[in-house]
């Protein structure tokens, strides 16, 4: 989940889904929504709040794992990232545990 800066536009939800070209060359393309605010944890520290400036929130899925790679792919858009809410890596998902919970798994066989 990625808050950005102002409400994106769906020519750059457009460049994110088709892949944006980085100082490391062109990501792959990824899948980007934009969705309704989420109900999450408030942020320690909170971002920075600006009432004349909107926010948008996304959903962000990617096929490769850059370094900073979703905060430098929506900059490179004309859109910061202000909050970065990982909810899954390639199996494991998060679903509804807060900061602080864990759970026990097992290895795969």
């Keep these: 989940l990625v808050q950005v800066e102002s409400e994106i536009s769906d020519e750059a939800l457009k460049q994110l889904c088709e892949g ?3 100082k490391d060359g062109r990501t792959r393309p990824a899948l980007a929504t934009r969705i ?3 109900d ?3 942020r ?3 971002i920075r709040v600006r009432l004349t400036v909107p926010t948008s929130w996304l959903s ?3 096929q490769e794992g850059r370094n900073r790679q979703i905060r430098r792919m929506t900059a490179a858009v004309g859109y910061p ?3 970065l809410v990982r909810v899954q890596i390639a199996n ?3 679903a509804d545990l807060q900061p602080g919970q864990w759970i026990s798994t097992t290895a795969p066989d």
Aim: no cysteine.
């Design 20 to 22: 944006v070209v980085l």
């Design 36 to 38: 309704e605010a989420p």
């Design 40 to 42: 999450l944890w408030p």
């Design 44 to 46: 320690v520290p909170p």
């Design 60 to 62: 962000l899925t990617l």
């Design 81 to 83: 990232t202000l909050r």
């Design 92 to 94: 494991w998902r998060l």
